[in-house]
Nanobody, 125 residues
Framework: QVQLVESGGGLVQAGGSLTLSCAASGRSFSNVAMAWFRQAPGQERQFVAA????????YYGDSVKGRFHISRDNAKNTLYLQMDTLKPEDTAVYYC??????????????????WGQGTRVTVSS
């Protein structure tokens, strides 16, 4: 079956860095858009970053722009999120997501068909 498995979360101090990985299996996602979302308790799922399969175009949420970098390795069927200059407000469970057939990125969670179980990121002040 299709699976997305996140890893790399943990506890980090403010100003530190962390890299998340999302390993996909069951199908190739090289031809569809993938994205990272995050969710804190009591809050809606928030868009973080997206990576389109069309020319590697990327899009970032305003809260992480300039600090986070999304990339993918199609040979490994893996999506990454490099997070730098982390802030306490970045604390959340981070989820990777993939569209089914659409190559274009979206900021709406409902546009993504496959989701991982999430990896927790905690940033201490």
């Amino acid at each position: 079956q299709v699976q997305l498995v996140e890893s790399g979360g943990g506890l980090v101090q403010a100003g530190g860095s962390l890299t998340l990985s999302c390993a996909a299996s069951g199908r190739s996602f090289s031809n569809v858009a993938m994205a990272w979302f995050r969710q804190a308790p009591g809050q809606e799922r928030q868009f973080v970053a997206a990576h389109s399969s069309a020319g590697g175009a990327t899009y970032y949420g305003d809260s992480v722009k300039g600090r986070f970098h999304i990339s993918r390795d199609n040979a490994k069927n893996t999506l990454y999120l490099q997070m730098d200059t982390l802030k306490p407000e970045d604390t959340a469970v981070y989820y990777c997501a993939a569209r089914s057939t659409n190559i274009w990125y979206s900021t709406r969670s409902n546009d993504y068909n496959y989701w991982g179980q999430g990896t927790r990121v905690t940033v201490s002040s």
